[in-house]
Each structure stands twice: as structure tokens, then as C-alpha cells.
């Protein structure tokens, strides 16, 4: 399947043996050219299992697969390299040991610029994962058991994270910026037993105390066992008795266990290919967030390949993707798929903007990192200083860009292109979502051409289909050649979503049941003669605000959660900077303090239901919402008139009282 290396196929054990020369060899799974990519497209398309088996070939298994793929969208049922059976970790890191044990596999810099760098070689990230797997154990974590994960941005986290692979525990990270309410009920949907925690953790100028908030999460909660507590802030936490303990004790005690005459070991779990390997928590157009199951394998097949050909992976090369672990993009883009390939992951624990908005330009120029992957809000925040925070800063050493997360416009993109690549290296701008594991859509760096605010071209093995409304395939070009609808993919890719924990139900009716036969993807899409794909946003109530995905029903839950709202609706509208901001509409009828007090009110409520990052930009006090006769809020209108149209607001004429409307415009902000 490598066109371009005559070769013989090899493992990527002997990356670190390569020339420049022969980089290619060093993934067969590489693609080279243009040409190579039309025509793996095609192979992929026509014999998708011929196709991923051949990929497959090149990762560690303790015994191959029996069948390649099974499926069927109906249930739905998805398998892929069913039979096979293998430990993930095994192929992130023990199998890189002989070749690249004393080479960085994370190289992590501090919030603090001036606190030490820790640069964690393979050898090292060996052992610290069999020092957790071996801590877990310890603790009476088995296979299949849940362990919440919620910790800063240090080295820890992955090694948590590994560590649970190890063993076959089931991660589900939650993002520091959760509130405890959140977490309860992601404790609770998956019935956790365990948690893995820090006492703090330091982003920009804040200490945030994780420990608290978990604290406060476990109140009622029955079924936490043991909480496991890192040491990072110093901040005063308190430890309960019989269910609290330090991780540094507990890791000494796996130290002398898994480490004798100085071998490390630890047998890592036999997982089948469709054991669950994760959980990811992610909202969607109900109130109550979808505990998104990954399994091993495809997972695993997936986010490397994607890694390895997206980004054009060189061995030797620094990966810096800025996202946290506690999101899908730094468990695929941090974690499995760059550690898979033997790369070297930067890990970054700060925010750009602190101590000022030079500081990824710092990092860049300090470590010379060579790819660079972030979210257009953090462009688009970073273009507002100005280039001052460039100067000085030797940028050379990156050789490609990426996006992603949500539709990155034209000015951001050449910003980026010209004062960041300096028009030398290819911008990727990759679509996809939790749900889909790693990147579906997206041109390959320097292998197929980029086009501003495009994501272009599929991914092997991914089908793209437009609908309308009715799920009828979408046809018809525009007289700029342009057709549109929204986006299903036909068939299975092998890091597709298996399940939503505890409910496959929900699994069925959020992604399989709208259209039949497809996975429906939630985003609207365009696409251009060439067949490149144009992603325009969410066509269903979830908001993307800063490149997160946060559901209107989530957001309103909250704010009805407040003792003087009687309703409220949330609706998105244009941000320049976050891409979306949230703008609610809300019917109060309590009699505590003036307008500003209760939005303050509103907001605290919001923060302590969901977190910081689902607060409301705007809240607008109205005496009623626009309604059909039915009882169903027309947030067609609301969405209007929070982007400002005050005009061409549609029919109105079915509503139950078309009078809200001029009073909603009249006091919008
Ligand atoms: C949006 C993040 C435009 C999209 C990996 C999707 C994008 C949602 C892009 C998933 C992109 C992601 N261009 N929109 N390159 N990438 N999106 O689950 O609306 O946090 O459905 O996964 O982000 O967000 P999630």
C-alpha cells in the first residue's frame, strides 16, 4: 500500500535508525503524494478491509483480528478487528523501548515559565505507567472499572490516563474547568469508583482547587471508593479518612513492586479490540451530556494513521497541541496517536495569553517545536495583540500548522499563514468530534492542497454525504458550484463511537436514527466540484463557543435551576473571538436586587451548575418568549434578533403571541 517506498515494510521500532532519506519508511502507512492519496482513497472506499488491514499490520498485537469489520448502523453495531486482542499502551510505549527508550516522549512545560522543564523520556513514561497501573491495582481497580480523571495539565495526567489502559480500567477525564455538579453526574452515569485527582492546578494566574470541587462532587455520591490525590499547588485539601490518599505514597509503594534490579515491569491487561478504552463526556442537543464510548482498537488504528498522515509526522519532530487532555483533541492528539507513532508530545500547562500573549511563541522558540495544532479561538484571541508578542521570537522551526474545533475564518487563516507559518508551512485544518475518535476531514500537510476556511478532503475510509432535511442525498450546485446540507458519513471508519455508556439507545437516536443508514454528524456543510468540504457549523442546538461544544438545553437547565427564573431559552450568535457567544433570553420573577445583581446571580448559577466555560455572554430580561400555539419556543426568532436581524424575522404569524417579538427586539443588547 506504499507507493512511494520501494522498501520492504518495516515497524515503526526502527524510526529512530532512519535517515531523513528513507523518513517514509518509517510508517508504511505514510502517504506521499497527491496521487497516493486518491488512489489509498479509493482502495479504502472499494476494500475498506483489505485497506485497514493493512494499516493494522503495523502495530503490536498479542493475536490478530478474525474478521477486519462488522457493522451495521441499525442497532448499531460496529466492530472493527473483532477477535484481535492487544493492550494500547503496549503499542504507545513498550514497543518503542529497544529504539527509542532514552527519547522524549513528553516534553512538559510549566505554567510558570520559570519553573524547571520536565522532559519525560519513553523509558521514563514506561515506568511511571507501570507504577500507576501497578498503584491501581493496589487500590482494587480491575479491568472494566471506571476511574474519573480530573487533574491540571501535567505529565501525571497521562501517565493516569495510561495507566488505566494498562490495567483495562475505563478513563473518563473531565475537564478542569467543570464545575462539581458536573462531575457528580458524570460520577454518576458511570457509576466511578474511583477518582484521580490533584490538589490543585495552576492556569495563568489562577490556582484552581481541584480537590474541593471534587470534594463537593462526592457529597451523596455512594459509589467512590478511593480518591487519588497529586500533589501539584500546595493548596490545603482535606483528606478523608479510608477513601483519600496521596498519590506519591501510593506510587512509592508501586515503585519498589513494579521496578526489580532495575527492570520495570508491569504485564499490561490482554484487552479485546472492543473493550472499552474510554470514556469522553460531551454535550449535545439535550440537557444532560452523552458519555461517548471508545474501544482499543480502532481507536488506536485511527487516531495514529490520522496522526502520522495529517500532520505528515517526521520522526525526531515536536508536536504541540495546545488542547487539554480533558477534551477528545489532547486524548487523540496528546496522548494515544503521537505516543502510538513514537513521537514527541509537548504538553503545555499554561494559557497562551500568561504571563503575556507571547507565550506560545516563547514555547515555540524555546523547545523548537515543529507542529504547531490549536483552535482558531486561540488565533483569533493571540491577533489581537497585535504583533508585538512576535517580536524576537524565532518561529523557524515550525514546519506545519494546524486547526480545530470549529470553523476557522479567512482572516484568522491567513493571519496564522503569514505571521506564524510565514507562508511556509501548510495550515491543516482538521474536522471532526469526540464521537468520530480523530480527524475525518482535513487536507494532509504538504500532500493535498489547503483552501482557507476549508477542512477539503476526506480521510481514507471516510464517506462524506450531504442530505436535506428529508435525509435525501443533496445533489444540486449552486451557480457557484457549491452544494450544501448536512453532513452524514455512509460507512464506519474504525475509531467511530461504539457507544453511549449506560444507554445505547441514545446512541442510536442522537446519531443513527435521523437519517437511516447514516451517522449524523449534527454539522451543516458545504461542498465545492473538487469535493473539498466547507464545515458551516452545528445545524442542531449545541453551541461551539471557544471551540467547546455546549448544548442550549444544558446551558437553560442551569439557568431555570436559579429561584427566580421561571423560563428561559439560549440561543448562539456571532463572537469575535470565541466564534459563538451565548446569549439567553430570560423571564424572571423574583424580587432580589436590580437587573446587573440578578444576571450576577444567574451567571454564579450557571457556574456552579455546569462551570466557567458555559456562562452566558449576554442575558436579556424579557416578559415572554415567542411560542407556537403548541408551546414550542421559536428559537429561529431568538437566534435572529441575538444576531442582530431585526428585520427578516420569518413567519410570525403562527405564534402564540406575535407582540413578545417587537418587545424582545426592542430590548436586545
Ligand atoms: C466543530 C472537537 C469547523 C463541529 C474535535 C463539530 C469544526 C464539533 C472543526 C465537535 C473544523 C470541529 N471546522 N468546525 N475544523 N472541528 N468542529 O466534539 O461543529 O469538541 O461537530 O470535537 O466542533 O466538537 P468536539
Redesign the pocket.
Known sequence: MQAGCSRQQINTNDVVHLSHKNECMAYPYQLTSLEQYKADYKKSVEDPEGFWSGVAEHFQWRKKWDTVLNWNFKEPKVEWFAGAKLNITENCIDRHLATLGEKPAIIWEPNNPEERVRVVTYNRLHKRVCQVAQMLKNNGVKKGDRVCIYMGMVPELAYAVLGCARIGAIHSVIFGGFSAQSIADRLDDAKAEYIITCDGAYRGGKDIPLKSVIDDALIGNKTVKKVIVYTRTRTPVSMIKGRDIWWEDEMDIAEDQVEKNGVVTFPAEEMDAEDPLFILY?SGSTGKPKGVVHSSAGYMVWTTYTFVNVFQYKPGAIHFCTADIG???GHSYIVYGPLCAGATSMMFEGIPTWPDAGRFWDIIDKHKVNILYTAPTAIRSLMSFGLEPLQGKDLSSLTTLG??????NEEAWHWYDENIGKKKCPIV???????TGGCLI?NFAGITPAKPSW?TLPMPGVQPVLVDEKGEEVTEKDEHGITKGNLCIKAPWPSILRTTYGDHERCRTNYFATYENLYF???GALRDEQGNYR?T??VDDVL?VS???IGTAEVENAINMHAGVVESAVVGYPHDVKGQGIYAYVIYNGHHGDDNLRRQDILLTVTRIIGPIAKPDKIQFVSGLPKTRSGKIMRRILRKIAEGETENLGDTTTLLDPGVVDEIKNGKL
Not at 485544518?429 to 464521537?435: A, F, I, K, V
Open positions: 460531551t477534551w477528545i483533541t486547526t480545530v474545533g470549529e470553523p476557522i485544518d482538521t474536522w471532526w468530534q469526540t464521537e482535513s477542512a454528524t449534527g454539522d464545515i457549523g452545528r461551539n471551540g467547546h461544544r
